[in-house]
């Protein structure tokens, strides 16, 4: 399926506990890389984590400043193995990287794994779940340098299963397959012994699921459990709830996709249920989301959060004193600490993660969040007299002031809530209560600018504090420009750059991201392809670039095509970018009339003998 997609600095507690300063007087820069798609159709995954591993080396940095200093190294492989096979004979000669976060895909990484494995560059994966990857008897087996912090695909059937009976007194679950899905996945969920009043396979080509939605309803299912992908999930669960079922719906990772919501729609997926082999963004602590938000300009990535977390196991090692690939892996092999959602995690003898569970998500008004309990309605509410403790749902930074909204929700509305700032005051500042929310506002005044500020929020009914909500926050410097809104348009996009792999055509720009003129947005329309600029595509934006895939047909391949490119902020659109693009056929790839070439931290592969200007032959 071709779709059209792009895809203050307050610092928690959890968040910089495991960042130690060494005792070393000098800086010493230690590189790590990234490697991953970065351009081309699959950018939308590849520039998400590597912005979630240069925030994790930015807030390191900050703390270390002026003894350790962390340089990420960009490796893009376009999630193509023929581009990863050209790009990791050169990353695992150069010594001076110490460790890498990727490969993203299962593909590139079976590519790269013979250098790597040569070399003893350490890797920890974000996304690679082919359980081959850490099977011992298998020759693509990556051991001993090959670690991940997901869930590999074949264990998640048991999660599944769990997921579709919980809290069901009676269950009846109906099973329905993708003909795109591994046949081990169907097998393992089936092995699981789980009853089942019903199994049927769908085409993924289809676009009428009607008999299966009236075999469903006809057995009276208490929940169905889709093993496909959102592209045909989305069709069948729409179907679903049109046709009236009303009971749960549960679906694997391969449909946890932040697209689902948009293809359903936020009404018929409200309370569609998931297991996925990572946790979505907004599982993390408030904290870390806030900060993420005000530190890069923009929400923790889908896909940030597995690379988030890869990067803080390096960095902790890192800060125990293993600046080498052999102590670095040594370190990762023995790794036992809790991640940034609070688990405990470590690795078994084969690099799979260890503690940590399969996250279950739940659709909330079109957007995937952690699953909590009272979602299901699986626990009763507690006759303790005591209030609940407060959860917070967000916090904002606006106007010198920190916004934070609480959750009241679970248990009876609370008389007041207040927050106390121990350091600066024993002053209660009490929020406004509307329904079953809160609101804080919290002046910042000169002596808490650059400083770390513990909290505690308390809510109280009848006079009965409940337990208190505990955490810290960093408070940026006044000149670090953190609350600064755009004032003026962005500049136009620049630096377009084409690629394509057998999985599809990519254009990425870089676009503004200074504070003052930030690109929140961009888009892109073509009248060779049938776009007009009022019905023009939006693009994923991350950081300093914003990438697309696009859908070329195929009478237009080898034609000179003219896209045009422009960025927008709350103040207005930018001038546009006119350029042309000269698509290429998907059946070839990166071959070899192709380059490796680096220009500062980023290294790529361009189809010509010659690097472009700027650019160097690795």
Same mark, same amino acid.
């Given at each position: ?276 082999? &990572?946790?979505?963004? !907004?599982? $993390? ?7 993420? +938000? =005000?530190?890069? @300009?923009? %929400? #923790? ?21 293993? &600046?080498?690939?052999? !102590?670095? $892996? ?7 600490? +809790? =991640?940034?959602? @609070?688990? %405990? #995690? ?273």
């Amino acid at each position: 399926m071709r779709r059209f997609v792009v895809a203050v600095f307050l610092v928690p507690t959890l968040l910089v506990s495991f960042i130690q300063s060494p005792a070393n007087s000098a800086e010493r820069v230690i590189k790590i890389a990234f490697q991953g798609p970065l351009t081309g159709p699959e950018a939308e995954l590849g520039l998400g984590q590597l912005q979630a591993v240069q925030y994790m080396a930015t807030k390191f940095n900050q703390k270390n400043k002026g003894t350790l200093k962390v340089e990420v190294i960009e490796v893009d492989d376009q999630g193509d193995p023929t581009i990863a096979v050209k790009l990791a004979p050169l990353i695992a000669e150069d010594l001076s990287i110490i460790a890498l976060v990727g490969p993203s895909y299962s593909g590139s990484t079976r590519a790269s794994l013979p250098f790597y494995k040569e070399k003893l560059l350490p890797l920890i994966s974000p996304s690679a779940t082919n359980p081959f990857l850490t099977d011992p008897t298998s020759p693509f087996f990556g051991g001993p340098v090959f670690h991940r912090v997901v869930q590999i695909s074949a264990k998640e059937a048991v999660a599944l299963a769990g997921l579709a009976e919980l809290g069901i007194t009676n269950p009846r679950t109906f099973l329905v397959s993708d003909d795109q899905v591994w046949p081990e996945f169907e097998k393992s969920f089936t092995d699981t012994g789980i009853p089942l009043v019903g199994s049927v396979m769908a085409k993924s080509s289809s676009s009428d699921y009607s008999s299966i939605v009236q075999e469903i309803i006809a057995k009276k299912a208490t929940a169905v459990v889709l093993l496909g992908y959102f592209s045909t999930t989305s069709k069948i669960v729409t179907q679903l709830r049109n046709g009236g079922y009303k009971n749960r719906i549960v679906l694997s990772d391969a449909s946890a996709d932040p697209l689902f919501g948009s293809l359903v729609g936020s009404n018929l997926s409200e309370g569609v249920v998931a297991t996925s082999t &990572f946790g979505a963004p !907004t599982s $993390l602590p408030k904290e870390i989301q806030f900060d993420y +938000k =005000n530190t890069v @300009g923009n %929400s #923790i990535p889908s896909y940030g959060v597995p690379a988030l977390e890869a990067t803080k196991i390096y960095l902790d090692c890192i800060s125990k004193g293993s &600046f080498t690939r052999s !102590t670095i $892996l040594k370190c990762v092999d023995t790794y036992s600490a +809790k =991640n940034l959602m @609070g688990e %405990s #995690i470590s690795f078994d003898t084969n690099g799979d993660i260890v503690g940590a569970p399969f996250p279950q998500l739940i659709m909330k008004n079109g957007v995937w969040v952690g699953l909590k309990n009272d979602d299901l309605k699986l626990t009763s509410t507690s006759s303790s007299t005591q209030p609940v403790t407060p959860t917070v749902l967000s916090f904002s930074f606006i106007s010198k002031k920190i916004e934070i909204e609480i959750d009241l929700s679970k248990g009876a509305t609370p008389d007041s809530v207040y927050i106390q700032l121990p350091g600066v005051s024993t002053k209660k500042i009490y929020a406004i209560i509307k329904g079953k929310t809160a609101k804080l506002s919290i002046p910042l005044t000169s002596p808490m600018f650059g400083k770390a500020l513990s909290f505690r929020i308390v809510s109280v009914l009848k006079n009965i504090e409940s337990k208190p909500y505990l955490s810290s926050i960093d408070i940026p410097t006044q000149q670090s420009g953190a609350d600064i809104v755009a004032t003026k348009v962005p500049s136009a996009p620049k630096n377009l750059f084409y690629t394509r792999t057998e999985k599809g055509h990519g254009i990425t720009v870089e676009v503004d991201a200074n504070k003052n003129t930030r690109s929140t947005d961009t888009y892109l329309y073509s009248t060779d392809l049938g776009i007009s600029k009022s019905d023009a595509v939006k693009g994923l934006t991350i950081g300093s670039k914003s990438s697309f895939q696009v859908e070329i047909p195929s009478g237009l391949i080898g034609k000179k095509i003219l896209v045009s490119v422009y960025s927008k902020n709350a103040i207005g659109d930018s001038q546009i970018l006119p350029t042309t693009i000269t698509p290429q056929s998907l059946e070839t790839s990166a071959g070899s009339n192709s380059a490796a070439c680096q220009k500062g931290s980023q290294i790529r592969t361009f189809e010509s003998l010659k690097c472009p200007p700027g650019w160097f032959k690795r």
